[in-house]
């Protein structure tokens, strides 16, 4: 058994438990989580022309203006939701490249997707272990 | 890979991210979690507060930075009292950027 931990676009949540669900593999837990990458969480999003720039600038929020003066310095996070799905060995690379699919726009903030390895399972209303009580 | 699962006081979180974006760990996830530990939550008086707020932050980075990352995160979050947190680590056996695809960290 694999764990796949998805941390993605929050508008992408519908396509990807679409996707899971034409795999046949519907079973997740979401969580809403705040992320930030190598970029230090600044957005770069469809919105990044330069009209969009100005507009921002002019209208100041706490992060730029944090960023334009030397105030104490702010981590700034990217709301995100993070998928959590455990699935058998052998459908871990199917999921991986699906979610991949779904979620490349190609800018940053797509998100990451990790796999790790689970040791037990249990479904709790039957008592059914491991193999059987993910399928 | 390891993943590092931190539970911090929430307090303390920007000043936890802050210190590993300078030691040039920058990626991470947190999300504000509730729980208890060995002391059974905390007795205020006639108040009884069963579960905490704690922040959890959730980091995945490669095997070697594993005792630098943690040691940041201790010195970070300690304040000698009870309820500090705790930091677990996992292992990770594949991290993909979707923006790319490509299997690299």
């Given at each position: 058994?694999?764990?796949?931990t998805?941390?993605?676009?929050?508008?992408?949540?519908?396509?990807t438990?679409?996707?899971?669900?034409?795999?046949?593999?519907?079973?997740?837990t979401?969580?809403?989580?705040?992320?930030?990458?190598k970029?230090?969480?600044?957005?770069?999003?469809?919105?990044?022309?330069d009209?969009?720039?100005?507009a921002?600038?002019l209208?100041?929020?706490?992060?730029?203006?944090?960023?334009?003066?030397?105030?104490?310095?702010?981590?700034?996070?990217?709301?995100?939701?993070?998928?959590?799905i455990?699935?058998?060995?052998?459908v871990?690379s199917?999921?991986?490249?699906?979610?991949?699919?779904?979620?490349?726009?190609?800018?940053?903030?797509d998100?990451?997707?990790?796999v790790?390895p689970?040791?037990?399972?249990?479904?709790?209303?039957?008592?059914?272990?491991?193999?059987?009580?993910?399928? | 890979?390891?993943?590092?699962?931190?539970?911090?006081?929430?307090e303390?979180?920007?000043?936890?991210?802050?210190?590993?974006?300078?030691?040039?760990?920058?990626a991470?996830?947190?999300?504000?979690?509730?729980?208890r530990g060995k002391?059974?939550?905390?007795?205020?008086?006639?108040?009884?507060?069963?579960?905490?707020p704690?922040?959890?932050?959730?980091?995945?980075?490669?095997?070697?930075?594993v005792?630098k990352?943690i040691?940041?995160i201790?010195?970070k979050?300690?304040?000698?009292?009870?309820?500090?947190?705790k930091?677990f680590v996992?292992p990770?056996?594949?991290?993909y950027?979707?923006?790319t695809?490509?299997?690299?960290l």
């Amino acid at each position: 058994m694999k764990e796949i931990t998805a941390i993605i676009r929050r508008d992408k949540v519908t396509e990807t438990k679409q996707a899971l669900v034409d795999i046949g593999y519907p079973s997740l837990t979401i969580q809403s989580v705040d992320g930030r990458g190598k970029q230090k969480g600044t957005m770069h999003t469809d919105m990044d022309s330069d009209n969009f720039i100005t507009a921002v600038k002019l209208t100041p929020t706490p992060s730029t203006y944090a960023l334009e003066h030397t105030l104490p310095k702010v981590a700034l996070f990217v709301p995100k939701k993070m998928l959590t799905i455990v699935v058998p060995d052998d459908v871990v690379s199917t999921l991986v490249k699906a979610i991949i699919k779904v979620n490349q726009k190609g800018m940053y903030g797509d998100g990451k997707v990790f796999v790790s390895p689970i040791e037990g399972a249990l479904r709790v209303r039957t008592g059914e272990k491991d193999g059987e009580a993910i399928t | 890979m390891k993943m590092i699962r931190a539970f911090i006081r929430p307090e303390k979180d920007q000043e936890v991210v802050l210190a590993l974006e300078g030691a040039g760990f920058p990626a991470l996830t947190k999300m504000p979690v509730f729980g208890r530990g060995k002391q059974k939550g905390l007795q205020v008086g006639p108040i009884h507060y069963d579960e905490l707020p704690k922040t959890l932050i959730m980091m995945v980075i490669d095997d070697k930075d594993v005792d630098k990352v943690i040691n940041l995160i201790q010195d970070k979050a300690k304040t000698g009292f009870i309820g500090d947190g705790k930091i677990f680590v996992s292992p990770v056996e594949a991290a993909y950027t979707v923006r790319t695809g490509e299997a690299v960290l």
